[in-house]
């Protein structure tokens, strides 16, 4: 059974060059623009094994 990878960001070219290099390496790819869209995956597909994802954190430090 192939594993399941989420991927989660909101531009479009990393989803579709990062789901196609999982899914050439042998692995299942879901795709997700948003973290909404994300939580439903996560609700109505078969299990997760990985979720990649960018996260970015506005700070004022400066």
């Given at each position: 059974?192939?594993?399941?990878?989420?991927?989660?960001?909101?531009?479009?070219?990393?989803?579709?060059?990062?789901?196609?290099?999982?899914?050439?390496?042998?692995?299942?790819?879901?795709k997700?623009?948003?973290g909404?869209k994300?939580?439903?995956?996560?609700?109505s597909?078969?299990?997760?094994?990985?979720?990649?994802?960018?996260?970015?954190?506005?700070?004022?430090?400066?």
């Amino acid at each position: 059974m192939k594993k399941n990878i989420l991927i989660v960001d909101d531009f479009e070219n990393t989803l579709f060059v990062t789901g196609l290099s999982i899914e050439q390496a042998g692995y299942k790819a879901h795709k997700a623009e948003s973290g909404k869209k994300a939580l439903e995956i996560l609700k109505s597909t078969q299990p997760i094994d990985l979720i990649i994802t960018d996260f970015n954190i506005k700070t004022n430090l400066f």
